[in-house]
């Protein structure tokens, strides 16, 4: 295997270099009409945690009363700077109360006198206030793991009913100081409520995808009744969760809500070095275009074309602090730069929500009073806003290109390898026993039959994360692995089902590198796959058995393990240049939005326009791909971009890493 790793040298090296000298050109046809601009894609979310602690210390709590920085309870309105920062980066659409919050969200416990609600000062009269006075239309994500289709029946008509006597959560609203309907018409039915609620102990819980069916339909029901006016989004997933959920929906789901992250990383050391992980983030971030066929193809596969998407949650998944915050860096804006893009050209989407608005872990804006830091993120959704006109249109580049092994949670991107197919079909799993870590006996048994079947009981009804039976073997990271086995289960019915895991030997937690397969709850023997492409540092592999969450008992069969080698899936190679082209309606105006990927070199870039009388260009970048702001509030801001303008058009030179806005008048 020495060879497999020299030629994974190669081409770390070949990646490094791909840079051209040769100048891009950039041309559009302007012959037809464009796309519309679907400003909706625009959005942002903003978070609402349940404030339990003020009742016994009191005081207002930064984080829960003021909104993360948006509202300000003393004076019981908007921020008037994070309104004018909201409007500034055209954020059209505020989702709330945020993610994981959403989970136990009692919004009957967020309306009312604010004197009668002390540990809550924001709620969602406050939000709705905010969304006003910053012109942009909410989203509402419902509870998953508490109240029922009448408490959501019963927020529509404190929403959308008139105060007419007859409604009584409307005359609520009223005495909440808003006599006119606040006319709400979008809601998501839960988040992520395939991944459990949280919560430990006997109180834990996770949802089935029949379960999940069956709520979405409860609550479709209730609310339309009140009001059909609204549209209620479905929680999408992967294939047997979104199987389910459109077969017991039949015609009846409103808009799926997936969630779109690329990348993952954790790792504190700075291994592999900053450019070269950027260097493959942003060649595999062009797979966001593919999950968004991927949705397509699975909703035409169940006769559901015409269901819309809304992105109710996207960004990079970057998790640590050095040797910067990647989450926060030019790298990570310029990966949001390269969503938003894909989004646009995306013929369906209903909108998006970038993670998150302001504060907290992720936030575009910092601090609660001025002066505000704006994030580099900020300044791209600020970018796209000016640049982005009436009219879309694809571009046409001739660039140079560059190759990247992948890894990290995003696709190879390299036109000397195969795309995908299986390399081997012999099984590289050892014939090894599986080896067990230690288990409360009193709540799991867990065995291996002389057949080689794993059997994992669990007597207790207690909510386990089951990771206890594990393989091993080598692995080398220019290759993927595919996975296979039969499951069964008996009982698990409140459970995420039977699954397998397959990762990076160093667990996990260390890299946040694994694939898995769906969870299994059915009694009859289920094939399962999945597909694991390795980072580019992986020596050795875990291969687990799952139960990631559930609180009832009963007992999971695994058999027929195969580990194959196959071609990771491959995107190939990744242009220099991106660009988004748009025009206004009285066609005098062009403009472009470019993103160049390369980590070291400046491209010089002809963008081939006729008539050109004047232009003006600016572009966002740093010394480094990780720069933040963090400390340095002007270190990534975007600065003016020198071109010079010919007969046949205009000459730019693009900075490495950077996102270029260019203003063109005919």
């Known amino acids: 295997m020495i060879s497999i790793r020299s030629s994974f040298i190669s081409l770390l090296i070949l990646s490094a270099c791909a840079a051209g000298n040769a100048e891009s050109r950039i041309s559009v046809a302007f012959d037809a009409d464009g796309l519309p601009i679907n400003r909706d894609l625009f959005g942002a979310n903003q978070i609402s945690y349940p404030n339990l602690k003020n009742i016994t210390t009191g005081g207002i709590s930064p984080a829960h009363d003021r909104g993360f920085g948006i509202w300000d309870p003393e004076k019981h ?81 404190y929403l959308n009913a008139p105060d007419d006597g007859t409604h009584p959560w409307a005359a609520q609203r009223s005495a909440d100081g808003r006599s006119e309907p606040w006319n709400v018409f979008l809601f998501e039915c839960g988040n992520e409520t395939y991944h459990g609620n949280h919560r430990e102990g006997a109180a834990a819980r996770t949802l089935s995808a029949e379960e999940y069916a ?89 006769g559901a074309d015409s269901v819309p ?10 998790t640590q602090e050095k040797p910067a915050p990647y989450r926060l860096s030019l790298g990570g804006a310029l990966i949001f730069a390269e969503i938003l893009r894909q989004f646009l050209y995306a013929p369906d989407l209903m909108l998006a929500n970038y993670w998150q608005f302001a504060n907290e872990y992720w936030g575009m804006i910092r601090n609660y009073q001025e002066p505000y830091l704006k994030r580099p993120a900020y300044h791209v959704q600020d970018m796209f806003r000016r640049y982005l006109l009436d009219e879309l249109f694809t571009p046409q580049i001739e660039t140079g290109r560059f190759n990247a092994p992948g890894g990290y ?12 197919g299986t390399e081997t079909s012999d099984n590289l799993l050892s014939q090894q026993r599986w080896h067990f870590t230690p288990v409360p006996e009193e709540k799991i048994r867990q065995r291996e039959l002389p057949d080689g079947t794993l059997e994992v009981t669990f007597l207790s009804t207690e909510d386990i994360n089951y990771y206890h039976a594990a393989k091993f073997m080598d692995a080398y990271p220019l290759y993927g692995y595919k996975l296979t086995a039969e499951v069964r289960v008996e009982g698990l019915s409140n459970s995420s089902g039977a699954a397998l895991q397959i990762g990076d030997g160093r667990g996990f937690n260390a890299t946040r590198s694994c694939a898995a397969t769906p969870g299994v709850r059915n009694t009859q023997w ?16 875990i291969i687990q058995a799952r139960r990631m969450s559930g609180n009832s008992s009963g007992t999971m069969w695994i058999r027929n393990l195969r580990v194959e ?102």
């Open 214 to 302: 069956a709520r979405y339909q409860d609550f479709r029901r209730a609310m339309r009744t009140v009001d059909p006016r609204i549209r209620l989004g479905a929680v999408w997933h992967t294939g047997e969760w979104n199987r389910v959920l459109l077969e017991k929906n039949s015609g009846a789901v409103d808009f799926i809500a997936p969630h779109i992250y690329v990348g993952g990383y954790s790792g504190n050391d700075g291994n592999p070095a900053p450019e070269e992980f950027f260097r493959i983030m942003l060649a595999g971030v062009r797979r966001v275009s593919g999950d968004l066929e991927d949705f397509r193809a699975e909703l035409a596969a169940a």
């Open 77 to 157: 309105r908007p921020v008037p700077e994070m309104v004018a920062l909201s409007r500034e980066a055209g954020i059209r659409v505020q989702r709330f109360p945020g993610g994981c919050a959403s989970h136990f969200f009692d919004w009957k416990k967020m309306i009312g006198p604010t004197e009668e609600r002390p540990n809550q000062q924001f709620g969602l009269p406050e939000f709705l206030k905010f969304c006003e006075a910053a012109a942009s239309t909410p989203i509402l994500t419902l509870p998953d793991y508490a109240g029922n289709a009448q408490d959501a029946a019963d927020l529509v008509e």
């Open 565 to 666: 080698l196959t071609q990771p899936e491959n995107i190939g190679s990744s242009p220099l240049l991106e660009a988004t082209v748009s025009r206004s309606a009285d066609k005098r105006k062009i403009s472009f939005l470019i993103v160049n990927k390369s980590m070291h070199t400046p491209e010089k870039t002809f963008l081939a326009i006729s008539g050109v009388r004047s232009a003006s260009a600016e572009t966002l970048t740093a010394d480094s791909i990780i720069a933040t702001n963090e400390n340095a509030p002007e270190n990534v801001t975007p600065r003016p971009l020198p071109l010079h303008i010919s007969s046949d058009g205009v000459k730019v030179e693009l900075p490495p890493h950077s996102l270029s806005g260019i203003s063109i008048e005919l």
């Open 526 to 541: 289920t094939r399962v796959e999945t597909v694991y492409t390795p980072l580019a540092d992986t020596k050795n592999l």
């Open 409 to 420: 949670g995003v696709p190879r991107a390299d036109d000397n390898h195969p795309a995908g």
């Open 309 to 318: 998407m809304a992105i109710t949650e996207f960004n990079c998944h970057f």
